[in-house]
């Protein structure tokens, strides 16, 4: 029987991708028998809402006028490295790669100092803006360049990231890039169609639904605008959950278009898998998406996707079959997909049942989680390198 291991996980908690599937990793990896870890400045939403035995570490730096802003990140870290020290963790786990990568890095180097006690092996995740956004900014970039190369190991949720940070750090500097593609993941028995029961309206209007945080990049103003075209002469309506900066300019578009009684405005909720089950059809617009998390989960309640083919999402989406793609800057493509969608529910039901196939058969988090698994201890069993800043 393989013995179970100590893994620290670092993550942002936030309703974002990074955030969600670093909480969902850790409550699997807890439930199969795994002590696990969880470091962070808040309690991640994913993870206060759901039971399970994971050790949740809140580490706030101290607030003191000589910082411009409370030094969490260091805080953080010094957590992580009290724990090792305590209990000793097999693995660090850091999901985004600034500033998580570098805290771990920094615990490895300190735990490397004492030869009572293995250090950690340090696992990055990236998903996307730390690499196509903050990570690839000047002011970034050869700290992210680091932090990579000098993790045991690297993964990226789609292929399309794994490419993106390949042609950013390495075919410019000729640098090792080792990336292992783990795709996100999504719980099944959670995100199921029978969960939209409750909010299902029978013979209501049709449905389409969005999750994000609003930044720019998920272009909600823009979405409001295709859906009016989409919508226009039906009494269809858009949900649209989460929050965040865009959220002024998408309500002021609604009510601009004459469309603000059909667009209901949610803000941040748990009962997602019901929202999302309850749908017809589930819209992603973003200007660049590494993999789609969101659409997954719409995918796994049966609710088919109409999406931006940007980044990793054609990994996730299939043309065709469980959702329809269009290009980026196709406002009238966007709308015309979504209102065939719309208008023939029945079309939209089976690309629905095809998307709740794919996301059983290719995304399902016993499958994804196991990946993870195998490669913790591929890295414990690997010996270890003499220089932790090649380690790899």
């Known amino acids: 029987m393989k013995r179970s291991l100590s893994i620290g996980i670092l993550c942002h908690p936030t309703y974002g991708g990074s955030g969600v599937v670093a909480s969902e990793l850790a409550l699997s990896l807890a439930e199969l028998g795994h002590s696990v870890h969880l470091f962070s400045h808040a309690v991640p939403p994913r993870l206060a809402r759901t039971p399970g035995s994971v050790h949740m570490h809140l580490s706030r730096g101290l607030p003191y006028p000589l910082f411009a802003s409370t030094p969490h990140d260091l805080a953080i870290t010094s957590s992580v490295l009290s724990v090792h020290r305590a209990e000793g963790l097999d693995i660090l786990h850091a999901h985004y790669a600034l500033p998580h990568a570098v805290s771990a890095f920094l615990v490895r180097s300190a735990a490397e100092t004492d030869p009572t006690l293995p250090a950690p092996r340090v696992v990055t995740t990236l998903h996307g803006t730390d690499i196509t956004i903050v990570g690839s900014d000047a002011s970034y ?21 794994a490419q993106d940070t390949r042609r950013y750090f390495c075919d410019q500097t000729g640098s090792a890039c080792d990336i292992e593609v783990i795709p996100n993941f999504v719980d099944t028995d959670e995100f199921h169609p029978a969960a939209g029961e409750a909010c299902r309206t029978p013979g209501g209007p049709p449905t389409a639904v969005h999750v994000s945080n609003f930044r720019a990049v998920k272009r909600v103003p823009w979405l409001v605008d295709a ?58 617009a973003s200007a660049t998406e590494s993999f789609g998390l969101s659409a997954l989960e719409a995918m796994s309640s049966g609710t088919p996707v109409v999406a931006t083919r940007v980044g990793g999402v054609p990994e996730v989406v299939d043309d065709g079959r469980s959702g329809l793609l269009c290009e980026v800057d196709d406002l009238d493509g966007y709308a015309d997909r979504l209102r065939s969608l719309l208008l023939d529910t029945a079309r939209a039901s089976e690309m629905g049942a095809v998307a709740r196939r794919t996301a059983e058969e290719r995304f399902d988090r016993r499958r994804v989680v196991g990946g993870y698994e195998d490669l913790y201890r591929r890295l414990i069993a690997a010996p270890r390198a003499s220089d932790p800043a090649t380690a790899r």
């Open 141 to 161: 970039s050869p700290l992210t360049q680091f932090v990579i190369a000098a993790s045991d190991a690297a993964t990226a949720v789609s292929e399309s990231l």
């Open 227 to 284: 859906f009016a075209r989409a919508s226009e002469g039906t009494e269809a309506r858009l949900v649209l959950i989460g929050d965040g900066p865009d959220c002024p300019a998408a309500r002021e578009r609604a009510t601009r278009l004459g469309i603000g009684e059909r667009v209901e405005f949610l803000g941040e909720r748990d009962d997602l898998p019901a929202r999302l089950a309850a749908a017809d059809v589930f819209c992603l």
